[in-house]
């Protein structure tokens, strides 16, 4: 009889983590299904990209360390900081918005010009992409 109860306790187990793990899958499953009403927000204002900081970094070594800087601290009389505790500019814009920042890039006679220095379009690189500039956002996201 014993054996017989405790028979029944291991299928219960095994019956138990079935379930578990189905149900496991099942979770992961929906999780895309509940960010969608977002995405779909995102969608309707813009064409939402995804930037990829790792891609980014070396976009911003190749475009942009040499008038911001190897560590994007900024160098005197080329480009400022890009560290977002650094620039109020950065942490109030949208990724969309920086990237149209970065195409645009900043004359002298913008208002906006603290240092008198240009920022020209794109860094004067205009081979880069709006997905290499939504890569080099992503990795200006991640400086603390
Ligand atoms: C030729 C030098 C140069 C290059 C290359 C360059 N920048 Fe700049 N950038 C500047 C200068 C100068 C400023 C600051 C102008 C000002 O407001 O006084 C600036 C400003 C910025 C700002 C605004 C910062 C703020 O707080 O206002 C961002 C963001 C930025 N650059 C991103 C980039 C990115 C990303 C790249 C690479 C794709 C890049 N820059 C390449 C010179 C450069």
């Known amino acids: ?3 017989v109860w405790r028979h ?14 189905a149900g496991c899958g099942g979770g992961g499953e929906e999780e895309p299904a509940a960010e969608a009403p977002a995405a779909q927000e995102q969608a309707a204002a813009a064409p939402q990209m ?3 900081p790792e891609r980014g970094k070396q ?5 942009c360390a040499a008038c911001h800087g190897p560590d994007a601290k900024g160098i005197q009389g080329l480009g400022k900081s890009l560290y977002p505790a650094d620039s109020e500019f950065i942490r109030g814009k949208t990724d969309d918005e ?4 970065i195409k645009q890039g ?3 006679d ?3 010009n603290t240092t008198g220095v240009a920022m020209p379009p794109k860094g004067g690189n205009p081979a880069l992409t709006d997905q290499d500039l939504y890569d080099v956002v992503a990795f200006i996201r991640t400086l603390e």
């Open 1 to 3: 009889m014993d054996r």
């Open 8 to 21: 029944s306790l291991v299928l219960m187990l095994v019956a138990l983590l079935a379930f578990g793990l």
């Open 50 to 52: 995804v930037g990829d």
């Open 59 to 63: 976009i911003y070594r190749q475009s």
């Open 98 to 101: 920086l990237v149209e920042f």
């Open 106 to 108: 900043r004359s002298t």
């Open 110 to 112: 913008d208002p906006l």
